[in-house]
């Protein structure tokens, strides 16, 4: 499969990023590039995924899957997020099951995109 | 081009929805079903947007372009929403330039998506 997770490495958390050091988004992409990668994922660091008050923020998504961005993420969590990434990429459509979900995918979306369509070619 | 509005039907707004009466959500569908819609753009209701304490929610996405998903809309906003799907659907890429963005897309995005990269064929 084809999916992609995407980090937002100038995201800040609020309250715990004085200016001038490392920015948690940053810290939060190392985190994940430092530990296995899941087959079928590419982690791809983006400059703001405009969840600016929610960071930090990554997102989810793969040809003909519905997109997901998951916001109030850290360091901490990379290892959960990369389990449920491996869950989106086997899935069919994007949709995991809510059970099998990481708790902060479940708690911590801010919001999702349905798959894009192609026109038809006639 | 081929830009889809998604529109959240099941969306409520905080405080003045209540139980019973038709979703803001779906009131904020028909308002856009309504007005002549742009060239190249068209509506699709959806199920949840998974930006429900941010309603009523709408989402932008076209083939190789940054997708955004925008919260707190209202019927009031439905012209307002349109001029910019069809400013988006204009756009190369997406990235409609900051200061012919409607207002309420440069104060109200929740997120944005990168374009899906496909992987190469070999």
């Given at each position: 499969?084809?999916t992609?997770?995407?980090?937002?490495?100038?995201?800040r958390?609020?309250?715990?990023?004085?200016?001038?050091?490392?920015?948690?988004?940053a810290?939060?992409h190392?985190?994940?590039?430092n530990?296995?990668?899941?087959?079928?994922?590419?982690?791809?660091?983006v400059?703001?995924?405009?969840?600016?008050?929610q960071?930090?923020?990554?997102?989810l998504?793969?040809?003909?899957?519905?997109?997901?961005?998951y916001?109030?993420?850290?360091?901490?969590?990379?290892?959960t997020?990369?389990?449920g990434?491996?869950?989106?990429d086997?899935s069919?459509?994007?949709?995991?099951?809510?059970?099998?979900?990481p708790?902060?995918f479940r708690?911590?979306?801010?919001?999702?995109?349905?798959?894009?369509?192609l026109?038809?070619?006639?």
């Amino acid at each position: 499969m084809a999916t992609t997770l995407h980090v937002c490495t100038t995201c800040r958390r609020a309250g715990v990023d004085p200016e001038g050091e490392t920015r948690p988004g940053a810290l939060l992409h190392a985190a994940l590039a430092n530990l296995p990668c899941p087959e079928g994922v590419t982690i791809q660091p983006v400059e703001c995924l405009s969840a600016c008050t929610q960071g930090c923020s990554v997102a989810l998504s793969a040809p003909g899957k519905w997109s997901y961005v998951y916001g109030r993420m850290g360091p901490e969590d990379a290892a959960t997020i990369l389990q449920g990434a491996a869950l989106y990429d086997a899935s069919a459509d994007g949709l995991v099951p809510w059970r099998t979900r990481p708790e902060i995918f479940r708690k911590q979306s801010l919001a999702r995109i349905p798959p894009q369509v192609l026109p038809v070619q006639e």
